[in-house]
């Protein structure tokens, strides 16, 4: 498999649309979604089938790591078949897992692990070995594993899963889907109840989907707006078949640009609409967008629908911190839109925000600083001056330091800007939007 960072540098100059973008697309599979399709199948006993994978590199690792274990993972165009070994039927892997950029793919797989009897090393990228795993190792060791890294808590890391499992009861300092997606999953084979209290709910793409599976997930509201979710172990898992919806967060990119570039109107089919994801779409909405859903529907656990979207004026914002959670992979491109907008914007509660891919708060301040847009940090917080109309917006390069969500967001300011927008590198964007660039020429941005 091609590894991306080794591939040369694409960067790519961007200069503002000069036609309305138009036309009906459907984005990449949910990578949340994809990720734990291929975990949850290989635990399952059966076969599943799995419709709308996202066929980037951090997937492709997942699915690479899932037969090293010893499922069996076959691909027939749009469709992947996945015969399952059953919970705790994993075999333990000849050679070292690398998970190559994704941090959702190593903490997962870690809560899995950590609850086999086997013993398996994981490691990643140079981007993914520079992120701590203390999230989950130390919650994750509860169980009688143990966990060896470099230092800082880093990848390469020795997982030695235990054969005797105890279940796991935790709260979670600060809310991490991952972490507790990781937790549940090492639940699955330890002997009784796993109690994961979060305090503040974040996606349940995990829940939602061990529930198809046919696990008894538990859900309990509790107060602050938390939830108490608890499941009981050793689980079963029956394959059920899949399809995967439209990864909310890749349709981020041109929603926005769609209603940055004037006159545009698109169409996206089959968008994931889980409420837990969807903040990104309420904020624009509350800026003024025009963004519809029609054609409502459920598939594999999960709501669906399709987005249409026009150009639309759009003024500032507060975001209150609560909603983060919802929207934490659309900070990027929604600092775009802001920088648009008239008047100034106010973006809370962004800490997750330094502990991305790289510190994405800093990168994001620097993409919009390097084209003349007004922004500054204030604690947690970040405010963008929007659109003045004495200064330019654009004319700048972003450094996007292998960080996907950043280089299409730069793209997306370069196609609504009034200078040139220079991006340094593009090649790692397949990582979770194969082809972004082609479909966004199909709209007609010109790149």
């Not at 059953?86 to 870690?110: F, I, Y």
């Not at 989907?209 to 689980?235: C, N, W, Y």
């Not at 995967?244 to 929603?255: L, T």
């Not at 200078?419 to 397949?430: K, M, Q, R």
Request: hydrophobic share 40%.
């Amino acid at each position: 498999m091609q590894r991306h960072h080794h591939a040369s540098a694409a960067p790519l100059s961007v200069s503002r649309s000069s036609v309305p973008l138009s036309g009906t697309i459907a984005v990449p599979g949910d990578k949340s979604i994809s990720h734990r399709a291929l975990m949850l199948a290989s635990l399952a006993e059966g076969r599943t089938t799995i419709t709308g994978l996202l066929e980037g590199e951090d997937v492709l690792r997942t699915a690479q790591a899932m037969r090293a274990l010893g499922a069996k993972i076959t691909h027939e165009g749009e469709k992947w078949i996945v015969e399952g070994r059953g919970v705790g039927a994993l075999s333990e892997p000849e050679d070292v897992l690398d998970m190559g950029n994704s941090g959702t793919a190593a903490r997962l797989l870690s809560g899995i692990l950590s609850s086999h009897g086997i013993t398996s090393i994981m490691t990643g990228d140079a981007s993914l070995r520079s992120r701590p795993m203390r999230r989950v190792t130390v919650p994750l060791a509860e169980n009688g594993s143990c966990f060896v890294t470099r230092k800082g808590e880093r990848l390469p890391m020795a997982i030695v899963g235990s054969s005797q499992a105890t279940p796991i009861s935790y709260r979670l300092p600060v809310a991490s889907a991952q972490v507790k997606s990781a937790i549940l999953l090492a639940g699955l084979n330890a002997q009784g109840e796993t109690r994961v209290e979060e305090p503040v709910a974040t996606r349940d793409h995990t829940e939602n989907m061990l529930r198809h599976f046919g696990v008894p997930v538990q859900i309990d509201k509790i107060p602050e707006g938390g939830r108490l979710i608890s499941l009981t172990g050793p689980a079963t898992l029956k394959a059920r078949d899949v399809v995967v919806p439209g990864d909310p967060s890749s349709s981020a990119f041109p929603i926005v640009a769609a209603l940055l570039v004037p006159n545009s109107e698109i169409v996206i089919v089959g968008v994931g609409l889980n409420v837990l994801r969807t903040g990104l779409f309420a904020t624009l909405r509350e800026m003024g967008a025009v963004l519809l859903v029609e054609n409502e529907r459920i598939e594999g656990g999960e709501p669906v629908g399709d987005l249409r979207v026009k150009a639309s004026a759009l003024h500032g914002v507060d975001v209150p911190p609560e909603r983060a959670p919802s929207m934490i992979d659309e900070y990027p491109v929604l600092a775009v839109a802001c920088a648009f907008a008239n008047g100034s914007s106010r973006l809370r509660g962004l800490e997750e925000l330094r502990v991305k891919e790289s510190d994405r708060l800093s990168a994001t301040v620097a993409l919009l600083v390097a084209n003349g847009v007004s922004v500054r940090v204030e604690g947690d917080d970040m405010i963008i001056d929007g659109r003045d109309s004495n200064k330019p917006i654009g004319g700048g390069t972003v450094e996007t330091k292998m960080d996907h969500r950043l280089a299409m967001s730069a793209i997306v300011l370069g196609l609504a800007a009034d200078l040139p927008v220079h991006v340094d590198d593009t090649a790692f964007i397949d990582t979770s939007f194969p082809g972004f660039v082609s479909l966004m020429n199909g709209l007609g941005a010109g790149l």
